[in-house]
């Protein structure tokens, strides 16, 4: 078993930045691909960037490329999600994600164990 936890959300200006951290514990965190996901009122949870075990290759959508930055410690078994020039579409309850694997994965069905948000608002 995995557990995540998410911090770091808030109110924020638009133009703004916001870091988030998510802390694991439970299985050997340096083996596991993590992602960040994110859910805004009435759309489903969608993909915003993750990243390999190494720490190498991040992938991103489109919609936060060049914004938004994914990082892991895995000495500290924590991964991040550096957030500048804020939007208000950005407004969304952020969840980060836990997959065993050497592999970077987007769709949300393939990891396995989940935090349990952390909400960010994004004001104009």
């Known amino acids: 078993q995995v557990q995540l936890v998410e911090s770091g959300g808030g109110p924020v200006q638009a133009g703004g930045s916001l870091r988030l951290s998510c802390a694991a514990s439970?299985?050997?965190?340096?083996?596991?691909?993590m992602g960040w996901f994110r859910q805004a009122p009435g759309k489903e949870r969608e993909f915003v960037a993750a990243?390999?075990?190494?720490?190498?290759?991040?992938v991103y959508a489109d919609s936060v490329k060049g914004r938004f930055t994914i990082s892991r410690d895995n000495a500290k078994n924590a991964v991040y999600l550096q957030m500048n020039s804020l939007k208000p579409e950005d407004t969304a309850v952020y969840y980060c994600?836990?997959?065993?694997?050497?592999?970077?994965?987007?769709?949300?069905?393939?990891?396995?164990?989940w935090g349990q948000g952390t909400q960010v608002t994004v004001s104009s």
């Open positions: 994600a836990a997959k065993p694997g050497v592999s970077i994965y987007i769709p949300l069905s393939e990891y396995d164990y």
């Open positions: 439970g299985r050997t965190f340096s083996l596991m691909a």
């Open positions: 990243i390999r075990w190494t720490g190498g290759s991040p």
